[in-house]
């Protein structure tokens, strides 16, 4: 037993992955988990059991869309009951006004919604779907009107970069108290789709402007998070606060990951809630074990006086790039990739963006 | 322009900030979006008495009166503790 690990801070439970969007930077994985190999209400309520013994702090519902999950009041309830702060991820595609009430009489103590585009065209098109910025707009305020406290999620890339200030108006007309300006991430199917998602450095410190000036403008009313894109980095960043070190994810399918995106990493056995506890996994899971605390990394990691800030950066990046899900992340200015990185998004950024591959079933 | 915290500020916590005891941790914590605020005993003290209607001139008169301390200490540390927690999001006047 490994019981010197300190407990999680939050668990992201990824209820589904039949969602009414076909983003083509979901983080989901390329390969999506079938409604018939969810998991069932009764594992969830065990599961959230587990993790609130386990020391929890944080449960954020995902998917997919959690809302297609009938379940989903039941679960926030018993996350309530013990005392788990409660976040539903949804794209407010299927909100009603009945289910917003629901959800804050159940216990949700906040509401986060993606908006993928500040005019209805783009929203669509980046979204891979019809109407669905009226519809954001309508479920903001359906949630709103239930008084839960919203936020706004914009990932953002090289198509919608140019209405970021009209995302930061947008988020303070919905009554959001806090907008997170995330940059694509490129795992997954975001790094399928890079050559279309990538910016250039130029709209990149362009945003970090608007963003510093937003922050200053607008503090005590809006919390502005923004998610540096780390193609132009100097510094890995710190991936998941460290691998297997305050997060865990659970997929649809009950498959323990320190990461939504770790399985990427195909030569990690991952363990399943169907089969273990969650602090046996969090303790002793070899795959959470991998890359935990700084005795696994290479140099020029291992003598580095910031492996404890950063922690290696990102697994999944490195074996993207790499070929090597142990080597340095190739974000950090020390590793022999680095030049290659910022060489990809340069050239792929200077390019005419090709056209999506949405997000599928398969 | 940004929000400054006065005197006769009555703060409270923002939507969605949660302050609860963690048993595993034995810590009196702020719970928000995504982010937890690890509090020692006095921020403790001070949070679980602002509740929108009690004003900062008040809060500590009455921390100075329980705690058998000068005011003025008392109000300077807590009008920059809350200007702190307002422009990290935490609070709300």
Known sequence: ?362 | MSVKVEGASCPALARGVKLRFDETRDQWMLNAPERVLVLDEIAQTILERVDGKLSINELCWQLAVDFAAPQDIIQADVMEMMQDLLERGFNRI
């Open chain 1, 1 to 362: 037993m490994n019981e010197a690990v300190a407990p999680p801070m939050g668990m992201l439970a990824e209820l589904t992955h039949r969602c009414p969007l076909a983003c083509p930077y979901c983080s989901n994985p390329l390969t999506l988990q079938q409604a018939a190999n969810e998991l069932d209400t009764t594992t969830w309520l065990r599961v959230l059991d587990e993790a609130a013994g386990l020391g929890v702090l944080q449960v954020h519902f995902s998917g997919g869309e959690p809302l297609v999950r009938t379940d989903l009041e039941t679960l926030i309830a018993h996350a309530a009951k013990r005392g788990l702060y409660s976040n539903l991820i949804t794209s407010g595609m299927t909100m009603t006004a009945a289910r917003a009430r629901a959800l804050a009489d159940a216990g949700l103590d906040h509401a986060q919604l993606s908006l993928q585009d500040t005019e209805a065209e783009g929203a669509d098109y980046f979204a891979g779907s019809k109407h669905s910025l009226a519809k954001k707009q309508a479920a903001a305020a359906m949630l709103r009107e239930a008084e839960l406290p919203l936020t706004i999620n914009a990932v953002m890339h090289r198509g919608n970069l140019a209405h970021l200030e009209a995302m930061i108006d947008m988020a303070l007309a919905l009554d959001a108290g806090r907008l997170e300006v995330a940059h694509v991430q490129y795992y997954g199917w975001a790094l399928r789709n890079r050559a279309a998602l990538m910016p250039t450095r130029a709209q990149i410190d362009v945003a970090t402007e608007i963003v510093t000036a937003a922050r200053a403008r607008l503090s005590g009313r809006l919390v502005i998070d923004y998610v540096v894109p780390d193609y132009y980095a100097s510094r890995p960043k710190a991936c998941m606060g460290g691998w297997a070190r305050r997060f865990f994810n659970v997929d649809p399918a009950g498959n323990v990951l320190p990461c939504h995106a770790a399985q990427t990493i195909t030569s990690l056995h991952f363990d399943t809630v169907r089969e273990k506890s969650l602090g046996d996994i969090w303790r002793n899971s070899a795959a959470f074990n991998q890359f935990r605390g700084t005795d696994w990394m290479p140099e020029p990691c291992q003598g580095c006086e910031r492996r404890e800030i950063d922690w290696g950066g990102c697994r999944c990046q490195a074996l993207a790039l790499t070929g090597d899900a142990a080597a340095t992340d190739p974000a950090c200015g020390l590793s022999p990739q680095h030049a290659m990185m910022h060489e990809i998004a340069v050239a792929e950024a200077a390019a005419p963006a090709p056209e999506f591959i949405y997000r599928r079933m398969r």
